[in-house]
């Protein structure tokens, strides 16, 4: 008896493969700089130390927590979309365009670090729009606005630390 390949379902959401294909991709990129952001984050919140280190640490500490939960309903999206989402160190590596911190910096380095952070975030969001509006996809440009508005706010707080 042979064994059959199952097909995959066909999608139909009002989105052309095209375009859902180039959301997706922009939204795994998304999700690798958030990752990034995250491993990050959490590795400041270890090594962080110096006369802000209660402030910081508790800081990064709900940082981190914040990027992780948003780490699923990214990927979710590509998936809903009918895609694969990236999920291997190499592939964050690949689409991230935040690089990794060598060393341990200082608390205000770490600080300085994580706000660049958060913009790259906020500008791969944003990169996303102009195919997200073409393709009339609201749940995507809900996702991104709200991702958005967390980084931005973010790196306001982080640059509001490092203002004499």
């Not at 390949?5 to 795994?28: C, F, M, N, Q, W």
């Not at 990050?40 to 270890?46: A, I, S, V, Y």
């Amino acid at each position: 008896m042979a064994t059959r390949t199952p097909v995959p379902a066909r999608i139909d959401i009002g989105i052309s493969e095209k375009d859902r294909e180039k959301i997706a991709s922009g939204l795994s990129r998304l999700l690798a700089d958030t990752f990034a952001l995250y491993l990050k984050t959490h590795n400041f919140h270890w090594n962080v130390k110096g006369p802000m280190f209660q402030t910081l640490h508790v800081m990064f500490e709900a940082q981190y927590n914040e990027l992780w939960l948003a780490l699923d309903p990214i990927a979710e999206r590509i998936r809903a979309l009918g895609f694969p989402a990236p999920g291997t160190a190499s592939e964050f590596a690949k689409l991230s365009s935040i690089a990794e911190t060598q060393g341990v910096p200082d608390a205000k380095e770490m600080v300085r670090i994580l706000v660049q952070g958060h913009e790259a975030v906020a500008r791969t969001a944003r990169k996303i729009f102009p195919a997200v509006d073409k393709a009339s996809d609201e749940p995507s440009a809900d996702l991104l606005t709200q991702r958005m508005q967390v980084h931005e706010k973010t790196a306001w707080m982080l640059r509001s630390l490092l203002e004499a």
